[in-house]
Every structure is written in C-alpha cells, then in structure tokens.
C-alpha cells in the first residue's frame, strides 16, 4: 500500500526518511532537537496544510503527532514499529509489505556501474585488448552524471543548498544535463551559460529539464567579461541563493571518479587494464580514474587525449569544434602529475574516427570519443597481445547529430571530399601569387586594411583576432572595398578608426572538398567565399576566381 501524499513531511533527525516519503511530499521539514517549537506550529497552521506526515525515532514521533494535533492539524504517523497513535492520528507503514520489487528509488540510483565493451572492429589492426567503457549508459547520458550528484551531495551536507536554491554552471552540456537531472530530483531552479558553438540539441535538452540557457561567444579569453565562464559568475554573484558547483575547480568532481569510475574498471577487467585512454575538459575524470588504477598498479598508463589547440597539449588555447574536452586555462580538477602522456588530435581526425566507430561498432559516438578513440589506436599500435586498454566513452552521439553527422555540416566545413572538381583544386589553381589567407585585424586602422587591398590588389579581406592557422571561430567580419568607399567618401575620419568599427559580417564559407557548383552556388549570393579545410580558413575564393578554373578546365 502507498503512504498518502502530505503537504509537509516532519522528519526527526537524526533519522531519515525513505524516498518514496519525500517524494510524495511537498515540503520536507527536518527536526533536529526531536520536538517541535511555537514557531513551527504557527507556521504550519499558517499554511493550512491539508496533512502534516510525521516519521522518525517511534517514540518522539508520536509525541510531536500529539502535539500537532492538540494545535488543530490533521496529521498522520509513518512507521513500520508497533506503536500506539494519539486519538485521530493514523498510522502508515513505511515498508511496502507486498513481494519485493525490483525497482530503484530514483533515477539518481542508477548512475554508475556502466558496462564494457570490445571494440574488436575498429581495433581489427591492434595486437592488443581495446574495451570501451560506455557512459552514455548512465541516465542523463553522459559521464558527467558521476561528479554531478557527488557535488550536489556535499553542497546539501555543507548548507551551501536549500530550499528554493538556484544551480548556475558555465558548461559544454554534459555537466548541465546531469546537475539539471539531479536539481530535477532535489527541487532547485538552474541557470547554464553556454559557449555558442554547442550543438542546438544540446541547448534544447537543457531547457527540457526546466533550465534557463544563456549563450556566450567561444572566441573570447576566459577572463573575457563575455566569456561563458565569466558570465556564470556574474550570474551567481547577483542571483539571491545561487550556487556554483564550479566544476573545474570542485575537488568532488574527480573524487566521484576515484570512487566509482576508477574502481567499476579495475573490476570489470579483473585488474588487467594496462592503459587507460580519456579525453581532458576539466580532468575531473582522468584525474579521479588515474589516481585510483595508479592506486592498484603504479604500471597502469595514463594517456590524455587533447584537441589540438587546447592547452594539455601545448596549444593556446585556441578554439577547436570538438564539443566538451579541451581548455584554455589550467582547471584545478586536473591533476598533470596522474597523467603519463599527452595526444593532439584534430578536429578531422575526431570526426572521421566518431563517425567510424558508429558505423563499424553500432555505438552512437560523439566527437570527444573520436579524439578518445583516436589516440587509443594509436597507442595500441606499440602494444602486445597481454595488454589491455581501457577508453572512456563519455555520451553518445544522439548530440551531434546537426554536425558531425550532417554531412553537409561536415563538408561545409571541409571534413568531406566529393569526387570531382573542388574548392580545393580551383584554390590550388591560384598558384602562390598570394599568400594563402590575406587578412587584417578588429583593431587595426581602416587606413591599413585600405593598405592591404591595394598591396595584393584583391576586394576583400577577412578580419580575425588571431594569426594563421585559425580556427572559423576567430574570423569575426570582414572588408570591402565597396564598403570602405561608402564609409569613407562622405565620412573621412573613418579612415583612422579601427575595422572592428566599420567591418561587416564575415564571408560566406565553403569546405575545400565541395564541388564547383556548390561553391558558384555560393557565389550567386557573395562576390567572396572563405574556404575551410576541417574547420580552418585557408583561402579565399572569388567569382573571378572560380570564372579563371573554368576558363582553363
């Protein structure tokens, strides 16, 4: 028999109350001395509560039964201890009395124990044991489901969480799903900051579960007032009864690891895992799974798999279109001295290997699993028949779907090659009378960009915040001539302002594997195109230029 719903569950500590007891009530109330004071009293007969459920130490409940009813409130005792009730107090068992069920409490239950899995098609070539350990089994899809609820737990042990308390994130996604999942569970409101280069799906999947979303540019430092982690904080500091699980910095983030990850690999392969491979976005993960398999065998390697451009390996921190691994500042969660090696992948590598391993193995992989994958392949190519590798798969691809399994998002942006003539035999036919990318900078002078057309006598030129080779993210407009002469024939001054103040928005782009007529398709609309080869610029093409391919072909 289910116990009836009340509007307020009076629990007396240091007991606790079931699952199925707080989740059929409104409010949860816990009592720490054991009885119940004035001011409680009138605050419950204030709120004209249709029943007040009362469980805990028998003996104490059903004194505080008797005095909620002396005070007018109609009550019910939950117990499974024989006990005599207060006149007009009913009594419900705690325990369900029917044949046990298999059935959890909650979906927070189960998080974890996620399954292995060979990998014997794609490591067809490998002489060793390639296992993935697949974390899109856990219920909000992802590995970040683990530090999720253990940074939830200690914020609610600590009092930095309570009734009506607001979760703010910045995250790439995964973290949000499963902090909205677990708030979903606890009753807490959440705001995300996101960078905008996340997937649509992604987005939406936040807002399903109630969260607010705000988006935030990528291009931009992360001490940039704009950027996503920024953002957070300034949302945190002005929403009354914010918290941030900051997950960079929360110690419980690879803690969760080392408690679960870590020791469910160990088992699962009968502590015969010789490597472990997983890619790094706060390194919560290879920190926590790292410390505790170095734990059981110091011998175990631990290799990070990086997108190139991140700083793990050695970039800058430059943006990269791998979702969800990657940084450009040092995370406190990442503990370097776990790991023994570190792997660039690139974005093209990521995709092709994602999209490899979904099609060969039926596991519906994102791009952060290719990097992963990726650089296990690697790795397994040096190894012998007795070692055995272990690669995290942190969410499916079920994400990714507008983009890295779109093909023509991928040959946009130059993932795809078709057959024939391309973009990149019609770029290639422009010789070296240029340099490849002729661009200027947001913040140099009209005056320079004016320079720079005239000195390689082209019509347009992009404006990007970095220098070659670039990332799509860091063009931010362009130039033209045609548009530099209509500021400046009635307006001289513009001329010694920066581009950033007059520039327009960025060209159109083409991936180098198109074909000629989707990029004339292109140039029906754009006196220019800007062409990318796996998501970075290399060149610019023109309608006189594609007319010159033409002309000779």
């Not at 998080?111 to 909000?140: M, Q, S, W």
């Not at 606890?186 to 579960?209: N, V």
């Not at 170095?294 to 793990?312: C, F, H, L, R, T």
């Amino acid at each position: 028999m289910l116990p009836p719903r009340v509007d307020v569950l009076l629990v007396v500590e240091p007991d606790t109350a079931p699952h199925i007891l707080t989740a059929r009530a409104s409010r949860v109330v816990r009592i720490p001395a054991g009885h119940t004071s004035p001011s409680l009293i009138a605050e419950l007969r204030g709120s004209i509560p249709r029943l007040v459920g009362v469980t805990g130490d028998p003996v104490r409940t059903v004194e505080i039964a008797r005095e909620l009813r002396r005070a007018g409130l109609p009550t019910v005792l939950f117990t499974d201890r024989a006990v005599v009730p207060p006149e007009g107090v009913e009594v419900f068992p705690v325990t369900d009395a029917g044949p046990l069920m298999d059935v959890h409490d909650s979906v927070l239950d189960l998080i974890g124990n996620t399954p292995l899995v060979r990998l014997d098609r794609v490591g067809r070539d490998l002489p060793c044991h390639l296992l993935a350990k697949l974390e899109y089994f856990n219920p909000g899809g992802s590995v970040k489901d683990r530090p999720a609820l253990e940074m939830i737990d200690a914020a609610e042990s600590e009092g930095l969480l309570g009734r009506g308390s607001t979760i703010v994130e910045p995250t790439s996604g995964n973290t949000g799903v499963a902090l909205a999942m677990v708030a979903a569970q606890r009753g807490y409101h959440c705001i995300f900051t996101m960078p905008d280069k996340i997937a649509e799906e992604k987005r939406q999947l936040l807002r399903a579960f109630g969260a607010k979303v705000v988006i935030c540019p990528t291009a931009v430092p992360p001490e940039h007032p704009d950027s996503y982690y920024s953002v957070a904080h300034q949302i945190t500091a002005s929403t009354p009864g914010a918290f941030q699980p900051n997950q960079y910095h929360n110690p419980q983030n690879p803690r969760s690891h080392e408690h679960s990850t870590g020791p469910e690999i160990w088992r699962q392969t009968a502590g015969r895992i010789t490597h472990f491979v997983a890619g790094v976005g706060t390194g919560g993960t290879i920190s926590g799974v790292g410390r505790y398999l170095k734990a059981q065998n110091a011998a175990v390697e631990v290799i990070a798999a990086d997108p190139q451009g991140s700083i793990y390996s050695g970039g800058g921190g430059r943006p990269y279109l791998v979702e969800g691994i990657g940084e450009d500042f040092w995370p406190t969660t990442f503990d370097p001295g776990v790991v023994d090696r570190v792997i660039a992948v690139s974005d093209q590598d990521s995709f092709r290997t994602a999209r490899r391993v979904t099609r060969e193995e039926g596991i519906l992989v994102g791009g952060s699993t290719g990097t992963a994958v990726w650089a296990a392949l690697e790795v397994g190519r040096t190894l012998g028949p007795d070692d055995v590798i272990v690669v995290l798969i942190p969410d499916s691809g079920r994400g990714y779907l507008s983009k890295l399994y779109d093909d023509g998002w991928m040959s946009d942006h130059g993932f795809l090659r078709a057959r024939g003539d391309t973009v990149e035999a019609v770029l290639a036919s422009k010789g070296d009378r240029l340099p490849p990318l002729v661009h200027v900078h947001p913040d140099e002078t009209v005056r320079v960009a004016i320079a720079l057309l005239e000195e390689f006598g082209v019509s347009q030129v992009p404006v990007v915040k970095a220098e070659p080779p670039l990332a799509l993210a860091e063009v931010v407009g362009s130039v033209t001539d045609r548009l530099l002469l209509e500021r400046g024939l009635h307006h001289p001054e513009v001329f010694d302002q920066s581009v950033e103040s007059v520039m327009a928005p960025p060209l159109a782009t083409v991936g180098q594997g198109e074909t000629v007529d989707q990029v004339a398709d292109r140039l029906q609309e754009s006196p220019a195109v800007l062409v990318l080869d796996g998501g970075h610029p290399v060149g610019i093409l023109t309608r006189s230029d594609l007319l010159a391919f033409l002309e000779r072909t």
